[in-house]
Protein backbone atom coordinates (compact mmCIF):
# COMPACT_ATOMS: atom_id res chain seq x y z
CA UNK A 1 0.00 0.00 0.00
CA UNK A 2 1.29 3.71 -1.00
CA UNK A 3 1.74 6.49 0.74
CA UNK A 4 -1.76 8.08 -0.61
CA UNK A 5 -3.44 4.81 -0.27
CA UNK A 6 -2.57 4.65 3.65
CA UNK A 7 -3.91 8.69 4.05
CA UNK A 8 -7.07 7.71 1.99
CA UNK A 9 -8.08 4.53 4.10
CA UNK A 10 -6.90 6.44 7.20
CA UNK A 11 -8.72 9.24 7.10
CA UNK A 12 -11.84 7.05 6.13
CA UNK A 13 -11.74 4.96 9.60
CA UNK A 14 -11.43 8.19 11.05
CA UNK A 15 -15.02 9.57 9.28
CA UNK A 16 -16.88 6.61 10.80
CA UNK A 17 -18.87 8.09 13.55
CA UNK A 18 -18.77 6.58 17.01
CA UNK A 19 -21.70 5.41 17.93
CA UNK A 20 -22.57 6.97 21.18
CA UNK A 21 -23.57 4.94 24.74
CA UNK A 22 -27.45 4.60 24.34
CA UNK A 23 -29.52 5.34 27.53
CA UNK A 24 -32.72 4.46 28.57
CA UNK A 25 -33.23 6.80 32.11
CA UNK A 26 -36.02 5.26 34.63
CA UNK A 27 -37.13 7.65 37.41
CA UNK A 28 -39.61 9.22 39.39
CA UNK A 29 -39.75 12.93 37.65
CA UNK A 30 -40.87 16.02 39.04
CA UNK A 31 -40.13 19.36 38.05
CA UNK A 32 -36.51 20.05 38.61
CA UNK A 33 -35.73 16.77 37.94
CA UNK A 34 -34.61 17.10 34.36
CA UNK A 35 -30.83 17.61 35.14
CA UNK A 36 -29.83 13.65 34.81
CA UNK A 37 -31.32 13.66 31.49
CA UNK A 38 -29.34 16.82 30.27
CA UNK A 39 -25.92 15.68 32.00
CA UNK A 40 -26.28 12.07 29.65
CA UNK A 41 -27.04 15.11 26.23
CA UNK A 42 -24.07 17.02 27.64
CA UNK A 43 -21.74 13.83 27.31
CA UNK A 44 -23.23 13.17 24.18
CA UNK A 45 -24.54 9.97 25.16
CA UNK A 46 -27.99 8.80 23.09
CA UNK A 47 -31.53 9.20 25.28
CA UNK A 48 -33.74 7.02 23.68
CA UNK A 49 -36.31 7.72 26.25
CA UNK A 50 -37.60 8.32 29.46
CA UNK A 51 -39.87 6.20 31.58
CA UNK A 52 -41.94 7.37 34.61
CA UNK A 53 -41.93 4.95 37.99
CA UNK A 54 -44.03 4.87 40.92
CA UNK A 55 -42.13 6.00 43.89
CA UNK A 56 -42.04 9.95 45.05
CA UNK A 57 -45.44 9.79 43.58
CA UNK A 58 -47.52 7.87 40.92
CA UNK A 59 -45.75 6.39 37.89
CA UNK A 60 -48.46 8.60 36.17
CA UNK A 61 -47.58 11.78 37.49
CA UNK A 62 -44.35 11.45 37.05
CA UNK A 63 -44.40 10.39 32.99
CA UNK A 64 -46.45 13.65 32.73
CA UNK A 65 -43.24 16.09 34.47
CA UNK A 66 -41.19 14.01 32.18
CA UNK A 67 -43.48 15.32 29.27
CA UNK A 68 -43.63 18.94 31.10
CA UNK A 69 -39.72 19.43 31.34
CA UNK A 70 -38.64 17.86 27.57
CA UNK A 71 -41.02 20.15 26.74
CA UNK A 72 -39.40 23.22 28.22
CA UNK A 73 -36.25 22.66 26.41
CA UNK A 74 -37.81 21.69 23.11
CA UNK A 75 -36.46 18.18 23.34
CA UNK A 76 -39.93 16.86 22.94
CA UNK A 77 -39.48 15.59 19.45
CA UNK A 78 -36.81 13.45 19.89
CA UNK A 79 -36.98 12.18 23.25
CA UNK A 80 -40.19 9.44 23.97
CA UNK A 81 -41.49 9.16 27.43
CA UNK A 82 -43.56 5.37 28.66
CA UNK A 83 -45.22 5.31 31.32
CA UNK A 84 -44.07 2.42 33.72
CA UNK A 85 -46.37 0.44 36.45
CA UNK A 86 -48.73 2.13 38.52
CA UNK A 87 -47.70 -0.29 41.59
CA UNK A 88 -44.94 -2.06 42.78
CA UNK A 89 -45.38 -5.78 42.35
CA UNK A 90 -46.61 -6.25 45.92
CA UNK A 91 -46.34 -3.44 48.24
CA UNK A 92 -49.39 -0.99 48.27
CA UNK A 93 -50.12 2.00 50.80
CA UNK A 94 -52.05 0.06 53.47
CA UNK A 95 -49.24 -2.43 53.17
CA UNK A 96 -46.13 -0.16 53.45
CA UNK A 97 -47.98 1.55 56.65
CA UNK A 98 -48.78 -1.56 58.39
CA UNK A 99 -45.34 -2.31 57.96
CA UNK A 100 -44.04 1.05 59.02
CA UNK A 101 -46.41 -0.06 62.10
CA UNK A 102 -44.46 -3.06 63.37
CA UNK A 103 -40.61 -1.34 62.37
CA UNK A 104 -41.09 2.38 62.81
CA UNK A 105 -42.09 5.20 60.46
CA UNK A 106 -40.02 6.22 57.39
CA UNK A 107 -39.14 9.95 57.34
CA UNK A 108 -40.02 10.11 54.02
CA UNK A 109 -42.69 7.85 51.95
CA UNK A 110 -42.78 8.86 48.94
CA UNK A 111 -46.06 7.59 47.03
CA UNK A 112 -47.10 5.74 49.77
CA UNK A 113 -47.82 8.92 52.42
CA UNK A 114 -51.11 9.42 53.27
CA UNK A 115 -53.08 11.77 50.61
CA UNK A 116 -53.11 15.23 51.49
CA UNK A 117 -55.47 17.36 49.67
CA UNK A 118 -54.50 20.49 51.15
CA UNK A 119 -50.78 19.71 50.21
CA UNK A 120 -51.51 18.73 46.80
CA UNK A 121 -53.89 21.95 46.33
CA UNK A 122 -50.34 24.00 47.13
CA UNK A 123 -48.99 22.01 44.30
CA UNK A 124 -47.76 18.26 45.90
CA UNK A 125 -47.24 15.57 43.83
CA UNK A 126 -50.29 13.28 44.53
CA UNK A 127 -49.51 10.33 47.04
CA UNK A 128 -52.07 7.37 48.05
CA UNK A 129 -55.56 7.75 47.01
CA UNK A 130 -56.12 6.43 42.90
CA UNK A 131 -53.10 6.16 41.07
CA UNK A 132 -54.62 8.18 37.94
CA UNK A 133 -54.91 10.71 39.87
CA UNK A 134 -53.35 13.82 38.23
CA UNK A 135 -52.60 17.45 40.03
CA UNK A 136 -52.38 19.75 37.76
CA UNK A 137 -51.20 22.39 40.48
CA UNK A 138 -47.87 20.71 40.84
CA UNK A 139 -46.44 21.45 37.52
CA UNK A 140 -44.74 24.48 37.79
CA UNK A 141 -43.08 23.50 35.09
CA UNK A 142 -45.90 24.05 33.34
CA UNK A 143 -48.64 21.15 32.47
CA UNK A 144 -47.74 18.75 29.27
CA UNK A 145 -49.42 19.36 25.80
CA UNK A 146 -47.73 16.11 24.39
CA UNK A 147 -48.78 12.88 24.85
CA UNK A 148 -47.32 9.79 26.43
CA UNK A 149 -45.98 6.97 23.97
CA UNK A 150 -48.09 4.40 23.40
CA UNK A 151 -46.44 1.54 25.03
CA UNK A 152 -46.47 -0.27 28.35
CA UNK A 153 -42.58 1.01 29.41
CA UNK A 154 -41.26 -2.56 30.49
CA UNK A 155 -42.19 -3.97 26.65
CA UNK A 156 -40.61 -1.13 25.41
CA UNK A 157 -37.55 -1.42 27.00
CA UNK A 158 -37.31 -5.07 26.28
CA UNK A 159 -37.74 -3.86 22.55
CA UNK A 160 -34.75 -1.42 22.95
CA UNK A 161 -32.49 -3.83 24.17
CA UNK A 162 -33.12 -6.46 21.67
CA UNK A 163 -32.35 -3.89 19.07
CA UNK A 164 -29.71 -2.58 20.03
CA UNK A 165 -27.62 -5.20 21.83
CA UNK A 166 -25.03 -4.68 24.32
CA UNK A 167 -25.36 -1.01 23.59
CA UNK A 168 -28.66 0.45 26.22
CA UNK A 169 -27.88 1.27 29.41
CA UNK A 170 -30.56 1.55 32.08
CA UNK A 171 -30.42 4.29 34.45
CA UNK A 172 -32.98 4.06 37.41
CA UNK A 173 -33.07 6.68 40.15
CA UNK A 174 -36.68 5.76 41.42
CA UNK A 175 -38.09 2.09 42.58
CA UNK A 176 -36.80 -0.51 40.25
CA UNK A 177 -40.39 -1.38 38.82
CA UNK A 178 -40.31 -1.36 35.60
CA UNK A 179 -36.48 -3.27 35.57
CA UNK A 180 -37.62 -6.11 37.25
CA UNK A 181 -40.78 -6.13 34.86
CA UNK A 182 -38.54 -6.00 31.92
CA UNK A 183 -36.38 -8.96 33.22
CA UNK A 184 -39.67 -11.14 34.10
CA UNK A 185 -40.88 -10.47 30.65
CA UNK A 186 -37.85 -11.44 28.67
CA UNK A 187 -35.02 -13.52 30.73
CA UNK A 188 -32.90 -11.68 28.22
CA UNK A 189 -33.28 -8.15 28.92
CA UNK A 190 -30.74 -8.07 31.82
CA UNK A 191 -28.20 -9.84 29.35
CA UNK A 192 -28.40 -7.99 26.40
CA UNK A 193 -28.41 -4.25 28.28
CA UNK A 194 -24.88 -2.34 28.45
CA UNK A 195 -25.92 -1.97 31.76
CA UNK A 196 -27.47 -1.03 34.93
CA UNK A 197 -26.84 2.21 37.37
CA UNK A 198 -29.34 2.84 40.11
CA UNK A 199 -29.33 5.47 42.77
CA UNK A 200 -29.98 4.09 46.05
CA UNK A 201 -28.61 0.81 47.73
CA UNK A 202 -27.08 2.63 51.49
CA UNK A 203 -25.15 0.83 53.35
CA UNK A 204 -24.19 1.06 57.40
CA UNK A 205 -26.21 4.13 57.86
CA UNK A 206 -28.19 3.08 60.49
CA UNK A 207 -26.23 5.34 62.87
CA UNK A 208 -26.56 8.01 60.84
CA UNK A 209 -29.86 7.51 60.94
CA UNK A 210 -30.40 7.80 64.77
CA UNK A 211 -27.34 10.32 65.62
CA UNK A 212 -29.17 13.32 63.58
CA UNK A 213 -32.02 15.17 62.79
CA UNK A 214 -34.86 13.62 60.93
CA UNK A 215 -33.93 15.35 57.56
CA UNK A 216 -30.42 13.27 57.96
CA UNK A 217 -32.07 10.13 58.73
CA UNK A 218 -34.77 10.64 55.24
CA UNK A 219 -30.95 11.33 53.75
CA UNK A 220 -29.98 7.48 54.80
CA UNK A 221 -33.07 5.74 54.16
CA UNK A 222 -33.61 3.55 50.93
CA UNK A 223 -36.94 4.88 49.65
CA UNK A 224 -36.20 4.01 46.20
CA UNK A 225 -35.56 0.23 47.15
CA UNK A 226 -38.08 0.07 49.59
CA UNK A 227 -41.01 0.93 47.84
CA UNK A 228 -40.55 -1.99 45.70
CA UNK A 229 -38.10 -4.70 47.71
CA UNK A 230 -39.43 -7.45 45.69
CA UNK A 231 -38.64 -5.62 42.36
CA UNK A 232 -35.43 -4.56 43.55
CA UNK A 233 -34.21 -8.13 44.60
CA UNK A 234 -35.00 -8.91 40.88
CA UNK A 235 -32.94 -6.35 39.00
CA UNK A 236 -29.95 -6.50 41.62
CA UNK A 237 -29.50 -10.23 40.65
CA UNK A 238 -30.09 -10.17 37.05
CA UNK A 239 -27.19 -10.87 34.87
CA UNK A 240 -26.57 -7.52 33.71
CA UNK A 241 -23.04 -7.19 32.23
CA UNK A 242 -22.17 -4.98 35.10
CA UNK A 243 -24.26 -2.94 37.85
CA UNK A 244 -22.97 0.01 39.45
CA UNK A 245 -24.51 1.10 42.80
CA UNK A 246 -24.67 4.67 43.92
CA UNK A 247 -25.52 4.77 47.46
CA UNK A 248 -24.01 6.87 50.00
CA UNK A 249 -22.01 8.37 47.70
CA UNK A 250 -25.38 10.39 46.50
CA UNK A 251 -25.33 12.30 49.73
CA UNK A 252 -21.50 13.58 49.20
CA UNK A 253 -22.49 16.77 47.13
CA UNK A 254 -25.45 19.33 48.12
CA UNK A 255 -25.78 22.42 46.30
CA UNK A 256 -25.69 25.92 47.85
CA UNK A 257 -27.53 29.57 47.03
CA UNK A 258 -23.88 30.65 45.58
CA UNK A 259 -24.21 27.71 43.61
CA UNK A 260 -27.87 28.65 41.64
CA UNK A 261 -26.93 32.54 41.47
CA UNK A 262 -23.85 31.06 39.75
CA UNK A 263 -25.89 28.45 37.19
CA UNK A 264 -28.48 31.34 36.93
CA UNK A 265 -25.73 33.96 34.97
CA UNK A 266 -27.09 32.35 31.78
CA UNK A 267 -30.69 32.28 32.08
CA UNK A 268 -32.68 29.65 30.47
CA UNK A 269 -35.49 27.55 31.06
CA UNK A 270 -33.44 24.72 32.63
CA UNK A 271 -31.16 27.06 34.80
CA UNK A 272 -34.60 29.05 35.60
CA UNK A 273 -36.48 26.34 37.01
CA UNK A 274 -33.83 24.56 38.81
CA UNK A 275 -32.45 28.51 40.49
CA UNK A 276 -36.41 28.49 41.48
CA UNK A 277 -37.18 25.32 42.77
CA UNK A 278 -34.14 22.60 43.44
CA UNK A 279 -32.86 23.85 46.36
CA UNK A 280 -30.59 23.47 48.95
CA UNK A 281 -32.06 21.30 51.41
CA UNK A 282 -30.81 17.91 49.10
CA UNK A 283 -27.72 16.39 47.66
CA UNK A 284 -27.60 15.85 43.70
CA UNK A 285 -28.63 12.36 44.07
CA UNK A 286 -29.95 11.22 40.68
CA UNK A 287 -27.25 13.56 39.03
CA UNK A 288 -24.60 11.43 41.05
CA UNK A 289 -25.90 8.38 39.67
CA UNK A 290 -25.90 9.28 36.18
CA UNK A 291 -22.67 10.78 36.99
CA UNK A 292 -20.80 8.04 37.79
CA UNK A 293 -21.48 6.07 34.66
CA UNK A 294 -21.01 8.78 32.10
CA UNK A 295 -16.71 8.71 32.38
CA UNK A 296 -14.98 6.24 34.38
CA UNK A 297 -12.54 9.20 35.78
CA UNK A 298 -15.84 10.87 37.38
CA UNK A 299 -15.65 8.39 40.42
CA UNK A 300 -12.55 8.67 42.53
CA UNK A 301 -12.95 5.68 44.96
CA UNK A 302 -15.56 2.29 44.79
CA UNK A 303 -15.14 -0.98 45.44
CA UNK A 304 -16.86 -4.14 44.44
CA UNK A 305 -19.14 -6.92 46.51
CA UNK A 306 -21.57 -9.22 46.03
CA UNK A 307 -25.51 -7.86 46.81
CA UNK A 308 -28.15 -9.23 47.96
CA UNK A 309 -31.83 -7.05 48.38
CA UNK A 310 -33.84 -8.33 51.80
CA UNK A 311 -37.38 -9.36 51.10
CA UNK A 312 -38.50 -10.77 54.14
CA UNK A 313 -41.51 -8.31 55.00
CA UNK A 314 -41.05 -9.46 58.96
CA UNK A 315 -37.59 -7.93 59.02
CA UNK A 316 -36.49 -4.31 59.76
CA UNK A 317 -34.26 -3.98 57.07
CA UNK A 318 -37.34 -4.66 54.27
CA UNK A 319 -36.30 -3.06 50.68
CA UNK A 320 -32.50 -2.87 52.17
CA UNK A 321 -29.24 -4.28 50.57
CA UNK A 322 -26.74 -6.83 52.43
CA UNK A 323 -23.31 -7.21 51.01
CA UNK A 324 -21.26 -10.43 50.85
CA UNK A 325 -17.47 -11.25 50.32
CA UNK A 326 -17.51 -14.20 47.33
CA UNK A 327 -15.86 -16.55 50.35
CA UNK A 328 -19.12 -15.74 52.56
CA UNK A 329 -21.81 -15.46 50.21
CA UNK A 330 -25.02 -17.98 50.01
CA UNK A 331 -24.59 -21.05 48.38
CA UNK A 332 -28.47 -21.19 47.48
CA UNK A 333 -29.01 -18.22 45.69
CA UNK A 334 -27.39 -16.60 42.41
CA UNK A 335 -26.05 -12.82 43.28
CA UNK A 336 -24.38 -10.40 41.13
CA UNK A 337 -20.76 -8.89 41.90
CA UNK A 338 -21.69 -5.16 41.58
CA UNK A 339 -19.38 -2.11 41.74
CA UNK A 340 -19.98 0.19 44.61
CA UNK A 341 -19.14 4.21 44.25
CA UNK A 342 -17.54 5.63 47.58
CA UNK A 343 -16.59 8.73 46.05
CA UNK A 344 -17.23 10.91 42.75
CA UNK A 345 -15.42 13.96 41.39
CA UNK A 346 -17.47 16.35 43.45
CA UNK A 347 -16.16 19.70 41.87
CA UNK A 348 -16.37 18.03 38.30
CA UNK A 349 -19.80 17.11 38.81
CA UNK A 350 -21.11 20.86 39.39
CA UNK A 351 -18.90 21.77 36.91
CA UNK A 352 -21.28 19.46 34.91
CA UNK A 353 -24.13 20.32 36.11
CA UNK A 354 -23.40 23.81 35.76
CA UNK A 355 -22.60 23.71 31.64
CA UNK A 356 -25.40 21.04 30.99
CA UNK A 357 -28.41 23.60 32.77
CA UNK A 358 -26.50 26.94 30.71
CA UNK A 359 -25.96 25.19 27.51
CA UNK A 360 -28.50 22.01 27.06
CA UNK A 361 -29.02 20.10 24.16
CA UNK A 362 -31.83 20.04 22.22
CA UNK A 363 -33.48 17.85 19.45
CA UNK A 364 -31.55 19.75 16.53
CA UNK A 365 -28.48 19.30 18.74
CA UNK A 366 -28.75 16.14 18.66
CA UNK A 367 -30.44 15.02 14.78
Not at 133 to 145: D, H, I, M, S
Not at 268 to 289: C, I, K, M, R, V
Not at 301 to 327: C, K, M, R
Request: aromatic share 10%; proline share 5%; glycine share 6%.
Amino acid sequence: MNLLSIILTATAISAVPISATKIILDNDWSTAGFIPYLLALNAGWDVLGLVGDTSNSWALQTSLHALATLEVGNLSSCIPVYKGSDYPLLNTPELFRAWEEIHGVLPWEGAFAAQNVTAENDGSDPTSGNPDRVVKEAFLEGYPNTTLAGYHAASWMVEQVHKYPGEVMIYSGGALTNIALAIRMDHSFASLAKGLVIMGGYIDVNLLEVTGSVAQADMNSDINLMVDPEASKIALTANFPNITIVGNSANQVYPTETYWKDVYTIQNPYSTLAYNFYGTSFPFWDETAIFAVLDPANVLNSTSFYLDVDTAWSSPSYGNIHAYQEALMPKRQVLQKVNYVLEVDGPKLMSEIKHALQHPKTCTDIS
